[in-house]
């Protein structure tokens, strides 16, 4: 019954910047767990980042520094802040949700980002 949507992907050069946005359908509070997953061509799908609720906030070694995880609760909707961009970042995105009790995981659809000169 929970709609992740994700937006903001799209065309950027090397060094430039992008937004992501991850709209729920329900209250983000709820969520245990939240966070960024990317897959190019050839590769495994890879944890980006995330953020634990009460909890630390985590980044994979090749965007610490660069990319950024925030929350606007009000707008239940999770956000990635995308900066100094490498051609190597350039994946489909995607948006998860965890929950407990019952234990359950959710996917967006993802939004394409593509960085190239």
């Known amino acids: 019954q929970v709609q992740l949507v994700e937006s903001g992907g799209g065309l950027v050069q090397p060094g430039g910047s992008l937004m992501l946005s991850c709209a729920s359908s329900?209250?983000?509070?709820?969520?245990?767990?939240m966070g960024w997953y990317r897959q190019s061509p050839g590769n495994e799908r890879e944890l980006v980042a995330h953020?634990?609720?009460?909890?630390?906030?985590n980044y994979a070694d090749s965007v610490k520094g660069r990319f950024t995880i925030t929350k606007d609760y009000g707008k239940n909707t999770l956000y990635l802040k995308m900066e100094r961009l490498k051609p190597e970042d350039a994946a489909l995105y995607f948006c998860?949700?965890?929950?407990?009790?019952?234990?359950?995981?959710?996917w967006g659809q993802g939004t394409q980002v593509t960085v190239s000169s």
């Open positions: 998860n949700a965890k929950e407990r009790a019952p234990e359950r995981n959710y």
């Open positions: 953020d634990i609720r009460g909890g630390p906030t």
């Open positions: 329900r209250s983000i509070i709820n969520f245990y767990d």
